[in-house]
């Protein structure tokens, strides 16, 4: 709910399971207790750009047990002499702060570090499908601890062995049923 204008918390739906909420670039000032109330699981919370002004507003945060990553960047709050240090002794919760912890090392950003893995993953798994046979059962041998291959190979592997279940062997061309008729057919 990135600048959408809002004002108030105040109709929030309860979101018991939401961990991650982006409320930037809005208007809001107060009411942050409705977070704890409603959105009990919240682990990252994204308040930048909106109007917080003093430490007692962030004060409705600490009952967000489970939050470990808080943004306050481009709000009037981030102002006040030792504002850093004043949060993390107020949310004694959180691990970071604007993107940082207390010995200002950055946040790692989970979605980017994800995806550039994944890339990574995609290109050396393409490698060894391209090698003989004997190579890539032996990298498959070393995977079965802790796999390196990406969230969609894995999946494609196993909609490989759903495939045999629903179309019979492998490399045979399957029958078509009367009412494919009709249909192209393949060369």
Same mark, same amino acid.
């Given at each position: ?31 942050? /207790? ?79 570090? #994800? ?39 894995? /999946?494609?592997?196993?909609? #490989? ?21 009709? /249909?192209?057919?393949?060369?």
């Amino acid at each position: 709910m990135a600048n959408v204008e809002l004002t108030s918390l105040a109709k929030l739906p309860t979101l018991s399971k939401l961990r991650k909420l982006e409320l930037s670039d809005n208007i809001i000032s107060g009411g942050l /207790e409705v977070l704890a109330e409603r959105c009990p699981n919240l682990t990252y919370l994204n308040l930048s750009g909106n109007k917080i002004k003093d430490l007692g507003t962030v004060e409705a945060l600490q009952n967000l047990k489970n939050l470990k990553s808080l943004d306050l960047f481009s709000c009037e709050i981030t102002n006040l002499e030792d504002y850093r240090d004043s949060i993390f002794e107020l949310l004694q919760q959180i691990t970071y702060l604007d993107g940082f912890d207390q010995e200002d090392n950055e946040a790692p950003d989970s979605e980017d570090d #994800d995806d550039e893995e994944g890339d990574e993953d995609d290109d050396d798994e393409d490698e060894g499908e391209a090698g003989p046979p004997g190579e890539y059962e032996e990298e498959d041998d070393e995977d079965e601890g802790g796999s390196d291959l990406g969230e969609g190979e894995e /999946e494609e592997e196993g909609e #490989d062995e759903d495939d045999d279940d629903d179309y019979g062997v492998r490399g045979e061309k399957r029958k078509r049923e009367p009412e494919d008729e009709g /249909e192209e057919e393949e060369d």
